[in-house]
């Protein structure tokens, strides 16, 4: 039952995760196309009756898929994609959990909006790159290697392979674009002012 009602969850979510992930790849295009982009679909799940409803179900799914990956650690013989699945699930439960918090903390917290400049900030920090290049790849990483290792168990290897291996584009084209490698980028002054107050809070300012 549990891992029934994880794929059903998991494929509701996935509408919203893959959109997600294909409006960040508007900041080619600088970041007003990448804000406009955002706010053309921010409305659907911003509102007061879908952001409780969204933010519920991806606590839901990782709780379901936590309590999986640990029968499934208890196995033995586990073949690669199994423990490609394991790591990359245990991975996106900590980022879902991690970057939803932020993101709520951010607009409700701190009142600023959750948008280009949110993301491309601590890649253009000098005491927050080291930390958040890694941050944002591996969870890009981990869906490909997370749906690629739900394709291969389907018996579907070469989309496996496919959807795994294609998440290292998609990360080299978030790091061009929020981190400046493409056009110039600075950090907006009120972002500096939150990010660096976030250090102070940490005693690493």
Known sequence: MTRKLHRITGSLIALFLFSHLAIHLFALAGPESHNAALKSVQWIYRNPFIEPLLIAALLFQVGLGIRLAIRRWR????SGWAKLQLASGFYLAYF???HSTAALYTRYGAGL??????VSGP????????????YYAFAVLAVGAHLGAILH???QDRAARIAAWGAVPVVLT???SFGGWLYPVSIKPEYRAYYDGLLAMLGLA
């Open 75 to 78: 196995e033995r013989g586990k």
């Open 174 to 176: 978030y790091w061009a």
């Open 153 to 155: 168990f389907r018996g």
């Open 123 to 134: 890649l253009l920090h000098p005491k927050m790159a080291w930390w958040f290049y890694p």
């Open 113 to 118: 909006d959750t948008n280009f400049w949110w």
């Open 96 to 98: 879902i959990i991690n």
